[in-house]
């Protein structure tokens, strides 16, 4: 956890995190929910962190402050953000990618396990890079089979091949980014069955992490039982939570968060922000209780959450506040990076600030050069939201002598968002030319400029050709060829992937995927399939968002059909709706009456 309290230093003083959460809570207009998971606890010891003695948080003037910052704006806000769950955030989010909160997930468990030394950095530790072109180890993983792994393991080893924590790290973050869980599963299994590994706190938690990516969360938590009584550590948990992050279901995290802090473990700045994370995306209106919360139990904000509230802000379309949040990043030594400085960009593209806009990549660019090519990657896509093609060449020349395949991946997004196809076809030619083998990562984005502008037969060869090359196809695979199909009117089509992915056992899809097709039925008025693809979420404990609840009771308004016990279905599912949703219900309600009549006459 050594680079986790790292980054959460970043700050001067002890009073930077109570400045963030004024900050940021000043203009949320969000009041206090009196959670029971965000009380206030007397703190017994000096351990830097909470003990488990609860009292309420109204007792502390500063709580106080804060909560009377967080009502100055009023009431409205609140719907704001209760009710920004629906189509309206959906077009938002496809608008400003989530990449970065994205990123963090996928990659989430390597900060925990310290197979990555910071939270903002997903490429591998620097120690690694250069050191092997291919590594041994992982070569000889990536070619065994999955019978014959552990055979190959212990020739390995009588062969008298180095078998240390770098090595085993780089393997495993090898097989994590192409996403290879069950054979980094039957790896580390093999790892703890033949004690080649002395395993402490860390190791047993990536073991939980890769038990939870192939055979699910709850199996994942009965893994806890066995693991020895030393070493059940906040580590430990905080994967379990990242993996209930991932799947979307609040209560389990929210257990999970209660379970860190009831067993005096301390409440690191990571775990703060994976439930920030989960928030975010389903339950804003908690989010003022949770930097209460940070604030009272000295959590110092990382990079990363200063982020995520810059991210927030420019979702709400709060403008001022996203630049009072960069303001106090600056006042308090911390510079915004390329990802922050994109994001800024990105909201104020999105919020038709053009000026501000430019002036934020001007800026970007200006620090970028040969030596420091960071910012490309960003800028590409950036300027051709801005409808810029005469920027985007510019940038590309830069680029284009030995271009890195994430620059090749941005080029092919911003000609693909400029309607520039032959051009992206152009550079994917080349990509391959220069990289005889790319994995499906690099496909999809190509994928998703043909859903974007309904080329469905050239989206059709595109999978095909994936296929034959033998790219993995996963999740971002199938949501690409979801969206291709549903663009291209053939819903059904896109439906039965997702059926055949769940039958075949062959992954978990994407809680977008689903979004995607329950919006289209929606759309259409057919409450059956709305109903059955609502059912499939809870199913794959997609269980966190309000938007489906919200496309659901879209369907029943498009078909002038009551929707008999929505409200207490929300109920018994934990949710509540904002204004803008009972306004939605009421208008659904006045169906029941003409169903009535026309039932009677």
């Known amino acids: 956890m050594l680079a986790l309290r790292r980054a959460a230093n970043i700050t001067r003083s002890p009073s930077t995190h109570r400045f963030v959460a004024r900050a940021f809570c000043a203009n949320l207009g969000v009041k206090n929910s009196n959670l029971k998971h965000f009380t206030e606890r007397a703190s017994h010891t000096d351990r830097g962190h909470a003990s488990t003695n609860h009292f309420p948080c109204g007792r502390s003037a500063t709580c106080l402050a804060i909560r009377n910052l967080c009502s100055q704006s009023g009431a409205n806000t609140v719907d704001k953000f209760a ?31 310290r197979v990555s030394n910071d939270e903002t950095d997903f490429s591998i530790s620097k120690k690694f890079e250069g050191k092997y072109l291919k590594p041994p180890l992982f070569k000889v993983i990536m070619e065994a089979s999955w019978e014959s792994l552990s055979t190959v393991l212990n020739i390995w080893v009588e062969e008298g091949n180095s078998l240390g924590r770098d090595e085993i790290s780089v393997a495993l973050h090898g097989l994590r980014k192409r996403q290879l869980y069950g054979k980094a599963l039957q790896f580390v299994e093999w790892l703890e069955t033949t004690k080649r590994l002395n395993f402490v706190d860390h190791d047993y938690a990536y073991h939980l992490d890769l038990i939870a990516k192939v055979h699910g969360v709850e199996k994942a ?25 991932s799947t979307n279901n609040i209560k389990k995290a929210e257990e999970v968060f209660n379970k860190i802090r009831d067993l005096s473990l301390p409440v690191t700045i990571f775990s703060c922000n994976r439930l920030l994370l989960l928030y975010k995306r389903h339950r804003r209106n908690k989010i003022a209780d949770l930097l209460t919360m940070m604030e009272k139990e000295n959590v110092k904000p990382s990079l990363f959450t200063y982020k995520l509230l810059i991210d927030l802000k420019g979702r709400s379309h709060d403008i001022a506040g996203m630049e009072n949040i960069i303001e106090t990043m600056k006042m308090n030594g911390v510079e915004p990076d390329v990802a922050a400085r994109a994001l800024v960009a990105s909201h104020y593209i999105v919020g038709g600030l053009n000026d501000k806009a430019e002036k934020t990549l001007k800026e970007m660019e200006g620090e970028a050069d040969s030596n420091n090519r960071n910012a490309f990657k960003s800028l590409l896509p950036l300027y051709a939201a801005l409808g810029r093609a005469d920027d985007v060449k510019r940038i590309w020349k830069l680029c284009e002598e030995n271009p890195t395949l994430d620059e090749f991946s941005a080029v092919i997004e911003a000609w693909g968002k400029l309607g520039h196809v032959e051009e992206v076809e152009n550079a994917f030619v080349t990509m391959l030319k220069r990289h005889k083998k790319v994995s499906s990562v690099y496909y999809n984005v190509l994928l998703n400029v043909y859903a974007n502008h309904k080329l469905l037969t050239k989206g059709k060869e595109l999978a095909k050709r994936m296929g034959e090359n033998g790219c993995r196809i996963g999740p971002l695979t199938w949501d690409a060829l979801v969206k291709l199909y549903v663009k291209a009117g053939e819903v059904e089509k896109a439906e039965s992937i997702l059926q055949k992915v769940v039958q075949g056992k062959k992954g978990r899809p994407l809680y977008g995927s689903y979004v995607t097709i329950l919006e289209e039925y929606a759309k259409r008025g057919d409450i059956h399939n709305s109903e059955k693809i609502f059912r499939c979420m809870k199913m794959m404990d997609y269980l966190g968002g309000m938007a489906q609840y919200k496309l659901l009771l879209e369907a029943y308004k498009k078909a002038e059909k009551p ?23 009421e208008e659904v309600d006045a169906f029941k009456k003409r169903y009535i009549s026309e039932s009677i006459g």
């Open 83 to 113: 009710d920004n769950e629906g189509n309206k955030q959906l077009l938002i989010e496809q608008e400003i990618p989530d990449d970065e909160s994205e990123a963090d997930e996928a990659e989430a468990v390597d900060n925990v396990l």
């Open 221 to 245: 938590e009965r893994y806890i039982r066995r693991i020895p009584e030393s070493f059940k550590t906040e580590a430990i948990y905080e994967a379990l939570l990242t993996n209930y992050v």
């Open 563 to 585: 929707a008999y016990g929505f409200r207490e279905r929300m109920r018994s599912d934990n949710m509540y709706p904002g204004k803008q949703m009972l306004t939605q219900l």
